[in-house]
């Protein structure tokens, strides 16, 4: 486990490292949210690239200092775009995000997920019920109880809490972490990490599992939340190894949602609050949150 001060400095410096430096985090993903991505990224000190074809996904992997990669919205183009953007990512020894939205709805995007097995990403961003899938798809979930279908997403949406994918969440951590440094060609002592979004989000490297309470309850009233906190990862994933990433991310969402929350009227004007929260919370406000360790 990291020492507290340790981790506040890492955080601290991921963030301010994001507003020095503008990293790019070029992203494949949902549709229904592309916008809410890029503006997030954008707002948070990044810079934002999004792409549907798959040589420019292989550009993106070039450009940028990581990629995100959403499951949601599959367009036909994409069994061979998301596949090609992340072995090009592999090859380069690009750190890169994955979203599973939907783990475990429908043939295409289940073949796709069980493909990553043999070439994992560094960082799984997640709501429970897609954390537990693709555990199970993987065959590394131990602790699943009941029928494994019982645990998929209802579409985009959770039916399981945070804490019952604890265990998938560090199986699925500690395979990242060993598949990493097999295939690595660059820093292979780098632990990956998985980061479960819920009323206390769950981050682990696989060997810590750290708590973050916080946030606010109009997260779930708008569509793009989760997904916007994949691109947001990315763009820490740039300048950061993925815990820091994941950490960082998280805990500027939260706190970008207690500011949100306390200045706006409903959903609508919550989302145009939320994005100027994560343009003004600062470096230190990050790094000074509540990290609980479980």
Request: charged residues 15%; hydrophobic residues 45%.
């Amino acid at each position: 486990m990291i020492e507290q001060s340790k981790l506040e400095a890492s955080i601290a410096k991921a963030a301010a490292d994001v507003r020095a430096n503008n990293p790019l985090a070029g992203s494949i993903t949902n549709t229904v949210t592309i916008d809410f991505v890029a503006n997030a990224q954008l707002a948070v000190g990044g810079s934002a690239a999004m792409v549907y074809l798959p040589d420019e996904g292989e550009t993106l992997v070039a450009a940028g200092g990581a990629v995100y990669l959403n499951m949601g919205t599959l367009f036909p183009v994409y069994e061979e775009t998301i596949p090609r953007t992340a072995a090009a990512a592999q090859a380069a020894g690009k750190p890169w995000v994955l979203d599973p939205v939907a783990a475990g709805i429908g043939r295409t995007r289940t073949a796709i997920l069980q493909a990553f097995k043999a070439a994992p990403p560094t960082m799984i961003r997640a709501n429970a019920s897609e954390v537990i899938a693709l555990a199970n798809m993987w065959g590394l979930n131990t602790e699943t109880v009941g029928d494994a279908s019982e645990h998929r997403p209802a579409g985009a949406e959770s039916v399981d809490d945070v804490e019952s994918a604890t265990g998938a969440a560090v199986a699925l951590a500690q395979y990242l972490t060993e598949q990493h440094a097999k295939h690595s060609s660059h820093d292979a002592s780098t632990r990956c990490a998985v980061a479960v979004s819920g009323i206390a989000d769950l981050v682990t490297d696989g060997e810590t599992v750290y708590r973050l309470p916080g946030g606010s309850a109009m997260m779930t009233k708008i569509i793009g939340a989760g997904c916007s906190l994949g691109g947001v990862a990315a763009t820490y994933l740039a300048v950061s190894d993925p815990l820091t990433a994941a950490l960082s991310a998280s805990l500027l969402y939260n706190r970008a949602g207690e500011v949100a929350d306390t200045t706006s009227h409903g959903p609508g004007s919550f989302q145009v609050a939320f994005l100027d929260a994560l343009w003004n919370v600062t470096a230190e406000q990050v790094a000074k949150s509540e990290i609980l360790v479980q």
